[in-house]
């Protein structure tokens, strides 16, 4: 049976003599450079892994490591495999010590880390990226922002006062009756405030305010938000909440603004679905460290042509839309470190949905 190296995980090993002789490499060093022991072993500097156009560098490096002034952190080299490709090693050096304590050579542990310096590119990459996507939301875009965060609020106040008014005029009001609508309405007002603060931070590039918090909530606040709304539609709202409660680090305000969002465009988009089928499920889950949310309406789905524009600040289909939401939605979560994506609902209709990393305890 051939036996199957298991690849990039090993870690190569290879020991040199005080003159700086290879006298031994384990198959991990093999597989990683492509040459086996017995070319390996016995050769003298330079090593046949060395890139032709650093030797001088490489050089100084191996007298470093025989001085023993190696760097106690490990140092990072590109090598050459012996089919010509290159790849990124960090190798740490150590004194080898016989058992009666003599100074014979040095042992390196060598891994190859080029899938790690790819990925810590992606993550630069995309760290760019989501400093784009904040600077998209520029001073002109915050009044919008504002226009458009604030209009829910402000239109519940609008009919509350209308609910009250009408009830005085009606002049059976009883005290007791005016209590909870005024109540509910002054809530408003400081949701008002709050969003002007909160976005205007967020705008202003401060760190949003994260704190731990608990997603279910955060969900379930942001739906007795809509329940008027959900009403005054016939919209049946089924809410799923993960009974095991993830946590995550998150600023709850901008959390609690994305769901509200996502569940107004659902409600906004089932204006023409029979009443019946009228549902809006909002659904949180979580697996391996990752929470979703889900908000899925069974109204028209999302047309190819508009699947394109759809996160494009100011793009909209609706005669009084301003077009901010999704962009605004997807700027908030990827500064959580989540994504945001729809897809098609199989019971018609659209799923959009987001995850937010879960918060490690
Ligand atoms: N659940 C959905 N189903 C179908 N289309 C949707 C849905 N959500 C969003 N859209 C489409 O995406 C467009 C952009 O949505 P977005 O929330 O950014 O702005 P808007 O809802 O049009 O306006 P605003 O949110 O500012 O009132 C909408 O105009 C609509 O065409
Ligand atoms: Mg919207």
């Not at 072993?41 to 560098?57: A, F, H, I, N, R």
């Not at 790849?87 to 100074?103: K, N």
């Not at 959390?255 to 499920?281: F, Y």
Request: net charge negative; charged share 25%.
């Amino acid at each position: 049976m051939k036996w199957e190296f298991p690849g990039r995980v090993a870690v190569g090993m290879r020991a040199r003599d005080l003159d700086g002789r290879i006298t031994y490499v384990n198959p991990a060093f093999c597989h990683m450079v492509g040459w086996s022991a017995d070319e390996l072993v016995g050769s003298m500097p330079p090593m046949p892994y060395w890139l032709p156009e650093d030797m001088e560098k490489t050089y100084a490096l191996h007298r470093a490591v025989l001085r023993g002034d190696a760097p106690p952190d490990g140092f990072e080299i590109v090598f050459r495999r012996k089919n010509g490709e290159r790849f990124h090693a960090l190798v740490y050096e150590a004194p080898l010590i016989e058992s009666d304590g003599r100074h014979t050579g040095w042992m390196a542990s060598v891994l190859d880390v080029t899938e790690r310096k790819k990925a810590e590119e992606l993550a630069r990459q995309h760290q760019e990226k989501l400093q784009r996507t904040s600077r998209l939301i520029t001073m002109g875009e915050m009044a919008s922002t504002l226009a458009h965060e604030l209009n829910q609020p402000l239109s519940a106040i609008a009919s509350y006062a209308t609910g009250c008014l009408n009830r005085l005029a009606a002049g059976d009001a009883k005290v007791e009756e005016l209590t909870a609508p005024l109540t509910k309405l002054g809530v408003q007002a400081q949701r008002a405030g709050h969003i002007i603060r909160r976005i205007h931070d967020f705008v202003r590039k401060s760190d949003p305010l994260v704190a731990p918090c608990a997603l279910n909530r955060v969900v379930e606040g942001a739906m007795g938000f809509l329940e008027a709304e959900a009403r005054k539609r016939a919209i049946r709202v089924d809410l799923e909440l993960d009974p095991r409660d993830p946590q995550v680090e998150a600023d709850r305000i901008l959390i609690e603004q994305v769901v509200l969002n996502l569940a107004r465009n659902a409600m906004e988009a089932m204006g023409q679905t029979p009443a019946a089928e009228r549902i809006l499920d909002v659904t949180v889950e979580s697996a391996d460290g990752l929470a979703v949310v889900r908000v899925a309406d069974q109204g028209g789905g999302i047309a190819p042509e508009v699947a394109e524009s759809l996160f494009t600040p100011f793009f909209t289909t609706k005669s009084e839309g301003m077009g901010m939401g999704l962009n605004i939605c997807r700027s908030i979560i990827e500064s959580h470190r989540g994504r945001l994506w729809f897809e098609p609902n199989p019971d018609g209709g659209a799923i959009f949905q987001f995850t937010l990393p879960e918060k490690l305890s």
